[in-house]
């Protein structure tokens, strides 16, 4: 019944792994989104598919790859994490005017 | 440009106080949507409300309201009488009409006292 989960909830590595978080959303809407809250709150958007096609890049790492294998599924692949990745990411998906959260993903880098 | 202020960082109540939380936008779109969205220490985020930019009709649900006004470009968001349980970070944001992106102001944080 959930409208947009993720896996996994908490996810705790060493600096240099590489680690993904995946997306899911039975909603059938056809944009899904990516999004960083720092550790002041700060929410901003990563990334953004719109039926499988990357619409929205922002100013992100090469390191942070999205890949998104059909319209109900949006992963987020990181590679050689860096201490200022630890974060908690949120995957969202919207229709024209709703937009619908994940539980977010708690990302510690140590 | 889109751009979505909350002055306000932090606020502290004590329990049956009425409190407001402030947003004002910034956007040259002539279609957009306001959200806020709770953020309770549990970690996600709950949708409240939606506008449009055509209905500026203020709304209200249970101890929540809303005042949106163009005007000002603003759409602030009061508590009545709050509890314990309002304890959380606020978000107010933005969604113009191409791409669906939201624009998140930096979030208020609640407190409420017993």
């Known amino acids: 019944d959930t409208a947009v989960s993720q896996t996994p909830k908490y996810l705790v590595t060493q600096m240099g792994n590489d680690k993904s978080i995946k997306c899911e959303q039975n909603?059938?809407?056809?944009?899904m989104y990516w999004y960083k809250q720092d550790s002041k709150k700060f929410l901003k958007i990563m990334f953004s598919?719109?039926?499988?096609?990357?619409?929205i890049n922002e100013t992100v790492p090469n390191r942070f790859s999205p890949k998104s294998p059909d319209k109900a599924h949006l992963n987020l692949h990181i590679n050689s994490l860096e201490l200022g990745d630890s974060a908690v990411y949120f995957c969202?998906?919207?229709?024209?005017?709703?937009?619908?959260f994940g539980p977010g993903t708690r990302l510690t880098v140590l | 440009a889109q751009k979505v202020t909350q002055a306000q960082t932090e606020i502290s109540v004590v329990e049956k106080e009425d409190v407001t939380l402030d947003c004002v936008y910034e956007?040259?779109?002539?279609?957009?949507?306001l959200f806020w969205y709770k953020q309770p220490p549990s970690g996600e985020l709950v949708f409240l409300i939606r506008?449009?930019?055509?209905?500026?009709q203020n709304e209200i649900s249970g101890r929540y309201s809303w005042n949106f006004q163009k005007s000002t470009s603003s759409f602030n968001f009061t508590i009545t009488a709050s509890q314990v349980v309002d304890s959380a970070v606020y978000f107010c944001?933005?969604?113009?009409?191409?791409?669906?992106?939201?624009?998140f102001g930096r979030g208020t944080q609640l407190t409420v006292w017993p």
């Open positions: 969202a998906s919207s229709s024209r005017t709703l937009s619908v």
């Open positions: 909603l059938g809407h056809d944009t």
């Open positions: 598919y719109n039926n499988k096609e990357l619409i």
């Open positions: 956007t040259r779109d002539t279609t957009y949507y």
């Open positions: 506008r449009n930019s055509f209905d500026e």
């Open positions: 944001a933005l969604r113009g009409s191409t791409l669906g992106r939201l624009y």
